[in-house]
């Protein structure tokens, strides 16, 4: 089982999860950043081969944080689509039969730059479009990293990674970055990549580490 790990945004106790997404328990929220839905086909059709699957396996694991934490609403921090190339036939009719099986959830998508090029996702997915910052309550849901007025901005966008380095080893976690007035996610996709972060005074790194949350000391 994985171990979630909890802090104070503006009043709201929100959980980081090991599955590089963030648990709003007061709204049955689930937030998740920079998915990239058919970034992998539209590698492949642009002649790049790379491994195919990681449309389902993005899918598989939502419906464990779904199950798991009795989600009713799944926020998407931006790029859910990653290009118009990923508009593949396999990529949309995998998004449509999940979401046949979750009409339930409220989904919502808050426009990052690669929707901008891709465009909004089918109608027939029935996921709410809204521009940043996307405000409820005390937080405001951001793709890009930024701080809004009288509001605690949760972000993506960046992809954050820590380098971890110990006698000639290194390694690349995925991490959560927590600032007085902002939280930045780590992308959830699969094939995403990271941008190497580093920690800066008054901010709080927390890396993902298999099924745990640890957070950066020193």
Not at 2 to 29: H, I, K, N, Q, Y
Not at 62 to 78: C, K, N, S
Not at 82 to 90: E, G, L
Request: hydrophobic content about 50%; charged content about 20%.
């Amino acid at each position: 089982m994985s171990t979630p790990l909890e802090f104070d945004a503006a009043g709201e106790r929100l959980a980081m999860l090991p599955e590089r997404a963030l648990w709003w328990p007061e709204r049955a929220m689930l937030v998740v950043a920079d998915v990239h839905f058919g970034k992998a086909a539209a590698f492949r059709a642009g002649g790049i081969p790379v491994p195919r699957g990681t449309t389902g396996a993005n899918l598989a694991l939502l419906d464990r944080l779904v199950e798991r934490h009795a989600a009713r609403h799944i926020v998407f921090l931006g790029d859910f689509l990653h290009a118009r190339a990923a508009r593949a036939d396999a990529t949309l009719a995998a998004l449509a039969q999940w979401r046949d099986r979750r009409r339930e959830l409220a989904l919502t998508l808050v426009r990052g730059n690669h929707d901008r090029h891709a465009g909004d996702p089918p109608a027939g997915l029935g996921i709410e479009v809204v521009d940043e910052p996307w405000r409820v309550g005390s937080l405001a849901f951001c793709h890009h990293p930024q701080t809004v007025e009288g509001a605690f901005a949760i972000v993506g966008h960046l992809h954050p990674v820590y380098r971890l380095a110990s006698a000639g080893d290194a390694l690349r976690l995925p991490c959560f970055v927590v600032d007085g007035e902002w939280a930045m996610l780590p992308a959830f996709g699969a094939f995403t990549g990271g941008y190497q972060i580093a920690q800066q005074p008054g901010q709080r790194v927390f890396l993902v580490a298999e099924d745990s949350i640890l957070e950066l000391r020193g």
